[in-house]
T-cell receptor, first 113, second 116 residues
Framework: KAGVTQTPRYLIKTRGQQVTLSCSPI?????VSWYQQTPGQGLQFLFE???????NKGNFPGRFSGRQFSNSRSEMNVSTLELGDSALYLC????????????FGPGTRLTVT | GNSVTQMEGPVTLSEEAFLTINCTYT??????LFWYVQYPGEGLQLLLK?????DKGSNKGFEATYRKETTSFHLEKGSVQVSDSAVYFC???????????????FGKGTKLSVKP
């Protein structure tokens, strides 16, 4: 089975712009979660989608949003980018949303200048 | 809230040395516990897991036992190799009294460097 894929792998954006990141889960997985990884804060949970519904959300401002499509692919969007949004954004998929193991993609490295 | 605490690194060992990375957790309910590993420039890879008390997860020579009485899930390996150099994360499945929240809570990570 193909693993979790994320596109693009690298992005450079300017403060104030918006960005959309994409994630394709492992075939058959219906749960997709997003995490932000920074040196200072570590890995922080953004949100989780299961069957096109957002089931859980972390403590991030409303500038961070996401969605999931009927084929389980997911996108996250960050509007009005700030310098502090520079991070590695990781997507993970799971076969359920009941606390089973999650499988991670390689991440998208976002740099905001 | 639920949380994970890992020993701070970095940890530097010689090849074939014994490895222990401590992990303790605070949780509501009965979470599953995980160890993930991250190599430079890559995402996280699941190393091992345990889903209930006294379970032992193992993979590639690494082991960890789910200890409910001490709320711990320490990672061990008897003989490390240079190729084990990476960052290791302890994690739990987030829970409340309604059950799993579907996301993971991670520790800060422990960087391991193994010297030949």
């Amino acid at each position: 089975k193909a693993g979790v894929t994320q596109t693009p792998r690298y992005l450079i954006k300017t403060r104030g712009q918006q960005v959309t990141l994409s994630c394709s889960p492992i075939s058959g997985h219906r749960s997709v979660s997003w995490y932000q990884q920074t040196p200072g804060q570590g890995l922080q949970f953004l949100f989780e989608y299961f069957s096109e519904t957002q089931r859980n959300k972390g403590n991030f401002p409303g500038r961070f949003s996401g969605r999931q499509f009927s084929n389980s692919r997911s996108e996250m969007n960050v509007s009005t980018l700030e310098l502090g949004d520079s991070a590695l954004y990781l997507c993970a998929s799971s076969s359920t949303n009941r606390g089973d193991e999650q499988y991670f993609g390689p991440g998208t490295r976002l740099t905001v200048t | 809230g639920n949380s994970v605490t890992q020993m701070e690194g970095p940890v530097t060992l010689s090849e074939e040395a014994f490895l222990t990375i401590n992990c303790t957790y605070t949780a509501t309910g009965y979470p599953s516990l995980f160890w993930y590993v991250q190599y430079p420039g890559e995402g996280l890879q699941l190393l091992l897991k345990a889903t209930k008390a006294d379970d032992k997860g193992s993979n590639k020579g690494f082991e960890a036992t789910y200890r409910k009485e001490t709320t711990s899930f320490h990672l061990e390996k008897g003989s490390v190799q240079v190729s084990d150099s990476a960052v290791y994360f302890c994690a739990l499945s987030d829970q409340n009294y309604g059950g799993s929240q579907g996301n993971l809570i991670f520790g800060k990570g422990t960087k391991l460097s193994v010297k030949p």
